[in-house]
């Protein structure tokens, strides 16, 4: 195949532009198939740009990031401009070893494949550094509602990606490739994949029973900061009050389980005994346990847990503390120097979350759930880690309530539609303001509570008893695909220094 041959002055700015395509593959725009076209058009660049400097290359993979990175998480504003511009950047910075990788690999026989590897292996370091990582915006996530989604179920997250950035690459020899012969296979090959993904199977794994379920969203005056003490649990507890009256009046189903969202209480239960009776009164009239989603005091004052406990009529039960809580935004790493450069971080966050230990699967009644706190479901050990343990659908305690009015809530409900198709389990999402639902195996959003206000969601939900091929192999098919990405790089690099051009 040809190489085109660009120099910086069309690489720089055709890079940032493809950024910024790629972006629009998500909310608020949501254009399908931005991103495939975005990655087509970068694996194009890597491969005109096969004899340009690391310096050229490195900045095109940069541009190509701040593109990127910059629209799809503008809804970081709402933290800060700060935290949105360091995390823009931060991010951005990825693309520039991704990019030196990627333009190695084309050099490779089979270089769509070897693409793939580096490309998942760019997402796997993205989503693990530094600190916890931030596994937002991956290529698999633009697979929802495109006849690619049902891969998740069969190779996971990372496998979905590497299949997508398939795709990409054999658009680029349809474009460009050396023969009439090439340009057909391509073809060929974007057909087949386009035809499996759309016959590949998807939903429950193993039908185990059914269970009925009710989300509670009480709303919220604010952001958390200005959240009077003791407000947002009476919101919720009124809510929940509505759903015992609706209960008792025939009007709603008796349920299973009672889920409440992430931080519907600030104030300790384990430590307050009023608000422990209060929980444990309404969980007693309610016949049912309710899942609470609160902020628990830490072994010391300056430190707090993010958690959801299983509450009956007889106390607490079973508990997650969340496993990714957000650097800077849960607590703060380096407190001592980041507050000299950043004062309002020791006002804004007083107390660090500490990171729970142990995964999500909690018993709640008779039934095994496994639990993810917002962030949680991007990643995908802590709902791999959750089945592992028993879970048999998956819960997404959420508050978005600081992001009213931006695209992170629909983002993160594709993130939770994408997870229900993988694991194969019904995904359940009790929010503070919303998005607060119900998502079936299949992807579907089955029920969605108004945004904004006060509002209770009931649903009858399947059981999963099985695991899909996805949570069998994609910890493996992950450590392969980023393994191969690296040798990519290696192999690549050193062919270019065997014929001796720099």
Known sequence: MRRPQVGWKVAWPSAAALGVLSSLNFDPVSLPFAMLLGVAGLIWLARALDVASKRVVAVTGLLYGVGFMGPLIWWMNAVSAGAYVGLALAEALFFIPIMLALRAATRLRLW?????????????????FPFTGFPWGRLAHTSIDTPFSAYARL??????SAVLFVVAALLV?????????????AAAGVVALTVVGALLPTGV????????????????????LTWPRGEILDLHLAETQRLADAIEAGTVPQPDMVLWPENATDIDPYRDALTRGRIESLAARLGAPILVGGLFDGPTEDTA?????????????DRYDKLKPVPFGEYVPFRKEAGAIVGRLGRDIPRDMLAGDEPGAMTIGD??????????IAYDDVTRRAVDGGAQMIVVQTSNAAFTGTSQPEQQWDISRLRAIETGRWVVVPSTNGISGVVDPTGRSVERAPMHEPATVSAEVTLASDKTPALLIGRYLEWLLVAAG????WLGTRRRKAIGTS
């Open 155 to 160: 190779v996971a997250m990372p496998g979905t």
């Open 486 to 489: 690296v040798g990519a790089w």
């Open 367 to 376: 039934t095994r759930i496994g639990d993810t706190i917002c962030y949680d």
């Open 305 to 317: 847990y993010n958690s959801g406990v299983v509450w009956t009529a007889d106390g607490p039960g």
């Open 112 to 128: 769509p494949l070897w693409g793939a590897a580096v490309w998942a292996a760019g997402e796997w370091a993205r989503g693990h």
């Open 205 to 224: 794994a193993g039908a185990d029973g059914t269970r009925q379920v009710a989300l509670v969203q009480g709303d919220v005056p604010g952001v958390f």
């Open 173 to 185: 020899v349809i474009v460009v490739g050396p023969g009439r012969r090439a340009r057909i296979g």
